[in-house]
Structure formats: structure tokens, C-alpha cells
């Protein structure tokens, strides 16, 4: 499983970062957790609103921080 969170390194995009690191860990599962900053790989994915989370290349929100809890429960 691939997990990239998408944002330009404002606070808001690190914890979400962080909270993804950690639902992984909490979920148990096998997961590359990857920060994506790049800005024309961000729109490739149609996200007009950061912080951003993609699982598996399919995006599963935006513009909001989910907390570990909330990401773990997408990871499950």
C-alpha cells in the first residue's frame, strides 16, 4: 500500500504527514507513507485544496487535517 500525502510543507501538511505515519503504525498494516510537495505531481491528481491524502493513487480527501484515527479506519 502507498500512501502519499500531498502539500506544499505548511503545518497543516505535516501533521497530516505525521497523523498518516502514525495510523499506519496503529492499523498494522504494510504501508509506504510518502509526502508529495512537488507542485505539478499535486495537480496531476485534480487536488485544488492541500493538505491531501492518496491511497493506492486514489484520492481520499482534501483540504482538511483527518486525525490517525480517521485514517486509520480508510486504511482498514
Known amino acids: 500500500m502507498k500512501i502519499e500525502v500531498l502539500g506544499t510543507g505548511c503545518a497543516k501538511c ?14 498494522g ?14 495537480m496531476k491528481y485534480g487536488v485544488m485544496s492541500t493538505p491531501a491524502l492518496v491511497v493506492d493513487g486514489k484520492v481520499k480527501f482534501s ?3 483527518a486525525s490517525a484515527a480517521e485514517i486509520a479506519g480508510m486504511l482498514s
Open 29 to 42: 498494516v504494510a504501508a509506504e507513507v510518502v509526502k508529495v510537495e512537488d507542485i505539478p505531481t499535486i
Open 14 to 27: 505535516k501533521t497530516l504527514f505525521e497523523n498518516a505515519k502514525k495510523a499506519v503504525e496503529e492499523a
Open 63 to 65: 483540504g482538511k487535517v
